[in-house]
């Protein structure tokens, strides 16, 4: 018997080298790779496999035993891919052959699985300083490369190639698209990257770090600033925000100086683009409605108003829903859901709205679980930056639907996959307490029988 427990100990320490050798590392490349878009893929439409596609598929083949695990065990895993599974068999049985919307689906399913995968892997607190170091390089090298190309000192190969503007009065004001295909899937990758990131640069307590973070985040700003895309950065904002002002580990004068170190840094980014950038400025005050009135985003603000009262509406003559689908609108138009709670509505269906309302209780309280039990100062910092990352994002999509979002599954599998690292912490934190035992005043030792 003992030897077949040698024999386990042995295989499960081999498993565990594995591990660390190939499959976090991956999850690493992955996260920095997925800052460039359409750089690392074989051509730039976006079906087209890439470096990160790649990846992703690598890590869901390396440990099909942890998708299983991961589905199995964890309620929140099962409960999306059940809601995952039923979008794609009612597209199925619904009749719809568009490629697009079968094409949804299966990377719907195998982001679940990811997620799943990593969920049952153990990440070390120094490995989620790793990734995160691979996400601000990939922001810093990505967002530095879109602003010189943007201002026209060097010509990068396959920047800003995606021709969209916005007008101001008379003046036409160009977006910038970095490497990504749609300014919009820039804007969801970089809500979750920019979020953390700057997160980190607030709480961190050494300066020549926390430099280098606001750097990274600074650069991100602008070049999200100049995607036009509101709603990430309002999420980038918002989620930042509401960490600093409620997060407990900030009180008193430290939330003070951090809120002031806030302020500073927009500044600072808002200097910058008044003197390089004015226009730009100039098209978010009229989308915010500040100085031109409606504006065009308050009519397009009214037409996601008008998505979600159809998905709703839907549910009495269509219960079960109608998958990734357009949803159809009077005079024979039809139209992207352009919010995530929309989309959800609208492809599952009754099952959908149920699913939205038990995976948010569910998954708050995880988060709350996992960051009660932590008990490292570093890793809880670069664990808050995870959680606000996931914020932003899910944010960000009250306005845009970027469901498919790769580095926001992976995240999620990381906050899962943490619940086993904290518990394992609260365990030997309790373990010391526990031996930690006074001595007696009169300082007698008494025996333990």
């Avoid at 024999?7 to 800052?35: G, H, K, M, W």
């Avoid at 990504?180 to 700057?198: E, L």
């Avoid at 600033?225 to 509101?230: K, Q």
């Avoid at 008193?252 to 500073?264: D, F, N, P, Q, Y």
């Amino acid at each position: 018997m003992s030897e077949s427990k040698h024999v386990y100990t042995e295989s499960r320490a081999s498993f565990d080298r594995f591990n660390t050798l190939l499959y976090l590392p991956l999850i690493c490349i992955y996260a920095f790779a997925v800052q460039f878009g359409n750089l690392f893929r074989i051509s730039g439409a976006e079906s087209v496999p890439g470096l990160s596609t790649a990846i992703a598929l690598i890590l869901i083949l390396l440990g099909p035993l942890r998708v299983i695990r991961g589905i199995v065990q964890e309620n929140l895993i099962l409960l999306v891919t059940l809601l995952s599974l039923w979008i794609a068999l009612v597209s199925v049985v619904g009749g719809d052959t568009d490629e697009n919307v079968l094409y949804a689906a299966i990377v719907f399913q195998a982001y679940v699985f990811l997620a799943a995968a990593i969920a049952q892997t153990t990440i070390s607190e120094q490995w989620l300083v790793r990734i995160w170091a691979f996400i601000a390089l990939g922001i810093l090298i990505s967002a530095g490369l879109t602003v010189v190309d943007f201002l026209g000192i060097i010509d990068v190969p396959r920047n800003n190639e995606e021709i969209i503007s916005s007008r101001v009065g008379t003046t036409v004001v160009e977006q910038a698209g970095g490497f990504f295909p749609r300014r919009s899937a820039m804007a969801a990758i970089f809500s979750i990257g920019i979020a953390g990131v700057i997160t980190i640069g607030l709480i961190t307590l050494h300066w020549r770090a926390k430099l280098l973070w606001f750097l990274t985040g600074g650069l991100g700003l602008i070049c999200l600033m100049l995607t036009h895309n509101r709603s990430a950065l309002l999420s980038v904002i918002l989620s930042v925000s509401a960490y600093v002002l409620i997060a407990k580990r900030l009180r008193g004068a430290r939330r003070v100086r951090i809120l002031t170190l806030g302020v500073l840094v927009a500044f600072g980014i808002g200097v910058v683009m008044s003197v390089y950038f004015p226009q730009h400025l100039e098209v978010y005050a009229e989308k915010l409605g500040f100085f031109y009135g409606a504006g065009e985003v308050r009519q397009t603000d009214y037409g996601r108003i008008v998505l979600f009262k159809v998905a709703l509406t839907n549910l009495l003559s269509d219960p079960i829903g109608n998958g990734f689908t357009k949803i159809p609108l009077p005079g024979g138009i039809v139209k992207d859901s352009h919010n995530i709670v929309t989309e959800i509505v609208w492809s599952a269906g009754v099952l959908g709205v149920l699913f939205l309302i038990i995976f948010a209780s569910l998954l708050y309280k995880r988060m709350a679980r996992v960051k009660r039990r932590s008990v490292v100062l570093q890793h809880s910092i670069y664990l808050d930056a995870i959680f606000v990352g996931l914020t932003s994002w899910l944010l960000h999509n009250m306005a845009h639907n970027s469901l498919n979002t790769g580095l926001a599954w992976i995240f999620f599998g990381i906050a899962l996959s943490q619940t086993r690292v904290t518990n394992r912490q609260a365990v030997r934190k309790n373990s010391t307490n526990h031996w930690n035992v006074p001595k007696p005043a009169n300082g007698s030792v008494k025996s333990a029988r």
